[in-house]
Structure formats: C-alpha cells, structure tokens
C-alpha cells in the first residue's frame, strides 16, 4: 500500500485511509468477516470438540425461530483460521434452530450445535469431491419412523417401517447433498433423523430441518470439503452460539428436587448397594428432574406434609449408560426399560417414590423397593389394609399433579409431558459442574 502525505489528504480521505488500514491490519489470530468474531469465540469455547478440525462450515440463524441463515466457510491454514467461501444466504428447518440437544423428530428445527459431516451423495454416478460419496437410488430411502430399528438410517430396499422418505427425489433437492452425523452414534429414537446440507427448493423456502442452499453452493462445498481436515458444520442462532461451552451440560430444564423443596427426602438406592444391583451406580445422592416434573412433585409433597407426611424419592434421573447396565442384568421390560428405547428415568422425567412419617420412617407400602414380584402391581390386592390405603393415597396424590402410574411398580410415576423430552447419557458429575442444581427460579430457559 502507498502511503500518501497526510497535509494533502481532506478529512474524508484520511477517515477513509484510517479504515482501510484497519481493515488490512486485521489480527492474523482472528478472522476478518462479518462472522468472524463469532467464529472466534466458539473456537474459544468449544476448542476439544473442534479438536483437529481444519474445516468449519458456519450457519448462523438471524434469530432463533426464523428460517433464514447465513453461511460462512472457514479453513485452518498454518495454524491460522481464515474465510475461506461465502457468506451467502441458506434456508433452515421451517422453525428455525432448536436450543442445544433440543431437535426432536418433526418439530421442523435444525439441530443446533457442532456436528461431522459424513459421506457426500447425489444422483450422478460421481461428484467432484473428496468426500465419501454413494449415489442415491431409486430404491434408497431413510428412515424417520421413530418406533423403526432403523430410525434415522439410509437403508436400500422398502424400509421395515411406517415412514420414511426416498432419496432420490422427483424435486431433485438431495440431487447433492452431504449427511449432517447429528444424532447418529448413538442413534436416539425421536432426537431427529435425516439432517443434510442439500439443494433448496428456492430462496425464500425453508427445509424440515435441513440447511439448504443453491446447486452452485453445494456443488462448491463439496468441492471444498477433505475428509482427512476432519470438516465440521456449526449451526445454531447467534444467541445460542455465543452462550454454547464444552464441558457444560445441557440443563436449562433439570434441577435437583431439593433446591425445589427441601423437606423431600433423598434415598437415591443406585447411589448404594442397597438395590437390585447390589452395587453403587450413580456417584451421588443427588434426585434431578426436569422442572416442569419437579414442581408439581412439590405440589405433592405439599398435600402431603398437611397430613404430617412427606415423601421420599428413591430415583429420578438415570443416565442411558446406567440403563443398559441395568438391562443386562435383567432384560425383562416389565421392570427394566430396553436401553434401544429409553427409560422416563433417562428423560429425567419419571420418579420412583414413597411417603415417609412426620419422623422420617417410611410407612407400610405392598412391597420394598424394587421388587420384582406381582405384589408390586398395582392390579394386586391381597394386601394389609394398610399398605393399600398408603398406595392409593400416594397414586391419587401423584396423579392429581399429572403422573402417570406405572402398572407393575407401586413406587414408579411419569411424567405426562415426558414424550416432549429427550433421553440423555450426561454423567452426574457433568450436571454437577454445570450447576444443574440450581433452584428453578434462577434458570434461564432456552
């Protein structure tokens, strides 16, 4: 650049030299774009899940529920991130971007989040690229009956399913595409299934969930896109993505029952040996729910203490890694949940409880915890007049608040709005660190 004398400059021209020098003066640490302080920050935030990745694809939503996105493509090059296509305009899910881990199988969001990019696809026999490439037949579909063993896989021949969508389609929008790896190891029924980078319909039209653009761009991306730079897609609105850290769990909508209300008792029996097990499996006494499933707990613990009662809370939240465990020691549905489809405990929304006294003693019930008998159905009533009265008082007050019983178990209840949760595999001590305790008062939703 030639430096011209600043005596002979008038005011505009050196307002105009100041800003191109700032302009290329850019610091080669960051990234000069309009996104390029965002980019910053998540791989600031972010920086183990970016891991080795030298491929970022950038989505970036104008506001949460809107459809309409920007794109930008950033390279890693000498250790140093630069703009390397874009930005230009895309279409999202029809209801914009879902808060993190929050996608569910047609609610019409793209996941948000940082997610792989898998093999490439398309209807010609090639494509320029240097990704993972299959050519989508006419007999090739993808799975997003969420009851399927084949949820959210690309299966060849008629899918053993209810529902599903061909992928080689009459309106040529998977002509190119690229498979999002969101929600594929492990595949989660009803998180969401089929999420790509394909072709749009049209400016102006949005996807059920996808990221869509013109053939010219999808054909330039796979151009672009080498499996051996580990590539990567960040999509989400800018609120989210500003907000989204590693090593924080998700937990806008869990709280610890206590910081709800204190005087429900806490006798967490996979935190012992004291169970079925007979060996400790959670790392802590500690009972999470989802919120809406706390409070109304609370609302029955209040009932309660009117008689000079209260209740315990023997389990809540499980982790998926626990329910597997648990299914392999008793792979009988009636009592253990099959990890392929997910317990309300893996949802934090079901409970497994029982009244205690105005001294903390429980009072007589059908049966102990966990038992695996026909004394513990609640159709069995060859009982003590007692531990019938004490049952029912505990069903009526649970389903006054909305909890469904579970028929074979006295103590286990779900809640009403669990099939609008996710199931989850967040270790206890994550939701620890990431302050998921907190009183639901002081939570931010999403």
């Known amino acids: 650049m030639i430096i011209p004398a600043f005596h002979k400059m008038t005011w505009k021209g050196v307002c105009l030299f100041i800003a191109a020098c700032l302009i290329f003066s850019c610091s080669s640490a960051a990234v000069c774009s309009s996104e390029g302080k965002l980019f910053d920050d998540i791989i600031k935030n972010n920086a183990k899940t970016v891991g080795k990745s030298q491929q970022i694809i950038l989505v970036t939503g104008e506001k949460g529920s809107s459809f309409v996105a920007n794109i930008e493509v950033f390279e890693k090059d000498g250790g140093v991130w630069k703009a390397a296509l874009g930005p230009f305009k895309v279409s999202a899910g029809r209801n914009g971007f879902s808060g993190i881990d929050r996608k569910r199988e047609g609610d019409g969001k793209t996941p948000s989040g940082i997610f792989a990019l898998g093999r490439a696809f398309g209807y010609a026999p090639e494509v320029k690229t240097k990704m993972p490439y299959r050519q989508a037949a006419e007999n090739d579909f993808w799975v997003d009956d969420v009851k399927s063993a084949q949820y959210n896989m690309w299966v060849h021949g008629k899918p053993e399913a209810s529902s599903y969508e061909k992928m080689k389609r009459e309106d040529n929008i998977y002509k190119y595409g690229i498979v999002v790896e969101y929600n594929t190891a492990p595949i989660i029924s009803g998180l969401g299934s089929a999420i790509f980078i394909h072709v749009w319909r049209g400016e102006g039209v949005p996807t059920e969930g996808c990221v869509a653009m013109p053939e010219e761009n999808v054909l330039k991306l796979l151009g672009w896109l080498d499996p051996s730079k580990k590539p990567l897609i960040v999509a989400g609105a800018e609120s989210t993505l500003r907000s989204m850290k590693e090593g924080a769990a998700d937990c806008h909508d869990l709280v610890d029952i206590n910081s709800v209300n204190r005087n429900i008792a806490v006798d967490i029996r996979y935190s012992t040996e004291n169970n079925f097990a007979k060996r400790k499996v959670y790392p802590v006494n500690k009972c999470?729910?989802?919120?809406?499933?706390?409070?109304?707990?609370?609302?029955?613990?209040?009932?309660?203490?009117?008689?000079?009662?209260?209740?315990?809370?023997?389990?809540?939240?499980?982790?998926?890694?626990?329910?597997?465990?648990?299914?392999?020691?008793?792979?009988?549905?009636?009592?253990?949940?099959?990890?392929?489809?997910?317990?309300?405990?893996?949802?934090?929304?079901?409970?497994?409880?029982?009244?205690?006294?105005?001294?903390?003693?429980?009072?007589?019930?059908?049966?102990?915890?966990?038992?695996?008998?026909?004394?513990?159905?609640?159709?069995?009533?060859?009982?003590?007049?007692?531990a019938l009265h004490n049952s029912r008082?505990?069903?009526?007050?649970?389903?006054?608040?909305?909890?469904?019983?579970?028929?074979?178990?006295?103590?286990?209840?779900?809640?009403?709005?669990?099939?609008?949760?996710?199931?989850?595999?967040?270790?206890?001590?994550?939701?620890?660190?990431?302050?998921?305790?907190?009183?639901?008062?002081?939570?931010?939703?999403?």
């Not at 009988?332 to 006294?357: F, L, Q």
């Not at 019983?405 to 103590?411: K, L």
């Not at 595999?425 to 998921?436: K, N, R, V």
Request: proline share 7%; aromatic share 10%; with cysteine.
């Open 393 to 446: 008082l505990l069903e009526r007050l649970m389903k006054k608040e909305r909890f469904i019983p579970y028929p074979t178990e006295w103590w286990h209840f779900d809640d009403r709005e669990w099939e609008k949760t996710g199931i989850m595999d967040i270790s206890f001590e994550e939701l620890l660190d990431a302050g998921c305790g907190a009183p639901p008062d002081q939570r931010v939703d999403p």
């Open 288 to 386: 999470f729910l989802r919120k809406s499933a706390a409070l109304r707990l609370n609302s029955v613990q209040k009932e309660l203490e009117k008689m000079d009662l209260g209740l315990k809370v023997w389990d809540c939240y499980r982790p998926l890694s626990v329910q597997r465990a648990f299914w392999a020691i008793m792979p009988d549905e009636r009592y253990v949940a099959d990890p392929a489809k997910g317990s309300r405990h893996n949802r934090a929304s079901a409970v497994d409880v029982t009244i205690v006294d105005a001294s903390g003693a429980e009072v007589r019930m059908p049966t102990g915890y966990d038992d695996f008998s026909v004394k513990a159905h609640r159709s069995y009533t060859d009982l003590p007049k007692k």
